[in-house]
């Protein structure tokens, strides 16, 4: 079964800060593997989406890579603003039809 | 405008009165799951469906039934609820398992 753990669990940090979010799974047979942002009182929108054959992806000041090998992927955010401030979650498909989710870290950027 | 929608997103029901919450997506996706996001447990999925008629159990099935009879729509059924279904459910759909999952908004649930 496909285990998915994100490492910290919460992070504050100042306005403008660089920051890394990490995400660990112990099936490396996977698809892809992405990225979401769930705001209070609201549903997850979804951020990126690393397929297997890829490193990296960007969408603007998010920056997200994948390491199969290592079972690892790190989302980096640049120029963190009080509006980054949310839930980041991680999810990973496996057993061919099935969706894992990490527990996701829980960000605040202090202005 | 491309979205999954819930319904209801709130609910206050009592233990053994069956319910379904509706979910209904707009973008012909085949792919359509159920989760459920509880403190401390994170998101767990419950049922999903690869396309018409085509259903399986997630990690945590027990105390729940879904259909899938349209492609649009996949509600959740609790036939007999009890407080530990007391939770945040999230309905997503996608074309495919391994593509972007679009979530609902998601509904609260609270079984006394």
């Known amino acids: 079964k496909q285990e998915v753990t994100q490492i910290p669990a919460a992070l504050s940090v100042p306005e403008g800060e660089n920051l890394v979010l990490n995400c660990s799974f112990t099936?490396?047979?996977?698809?892809?593997l992405q990225w979401f942002r769930q705001d209070p009182g609201k549903g997850l929108t979804s951020l990126l989406l690393?397929?297997?054959?890829?490193r990296e992806q960007t969408s603007g000041r998010l920056n997200a890579s994948l390491d199969k090998s290592s079972g690892r992927s790190t989302l980096y955010i640049a120029a963190s603003q009080p509006g980054d401030s949310a839930i980041y979650l991680c999810?990973?498909?496996?057993?061919?039809?099935?969706?894992?989710f990490g527990g996701g870290t829980r960000l605040m950027v202090k202005p | 405008e491309a979205q999954v929608t819930q319904n209801p997103r709130y609910l206050i029901t009592v233990t053994g009165k069956k319910l379904t919450v509706t979910c209904s997506q707009n973008?012909?996706?085949?792919?359509m799951s159920w989760y459920r996001q509880d403190p401390g447990l994170g998101l767990r999925q419950i049922y999903y469906?690869?396309?018409?008629?085509?259903?399986d159990k997630g990690d945590v099935p027990e105390g729940y039934k879904v259909s899938r009879k349209e492609k649009r729509n996949f509600p959740l059924i609790l036939e007999s609820p009890s407080p530990n279904q007391t939770s945040l459910y999230f309905c997503?759909?996608?074309?495919?398992?391994?593509?972007?999952?679009?979530f609902g908004p998601g509904t609260r649930l609270l079984v006394l």
């Open positions: 997503a759909s996608s074309f495919r398992v391994q593509e972007t999952q679009y």
């Open positions: 099936d490396s047979a996977i698809y892809n």
């Open positions: 690393i397929q297997s054959s890829q």
């Open positions: 999810a990973a498909p496996w057993a061919g039809n099935m969706l894992t």
């Open positions: 973008m012909n996706h085949e792919y």
């Open positions: 469906s690869m396309n018409v008629e085509v259903t």
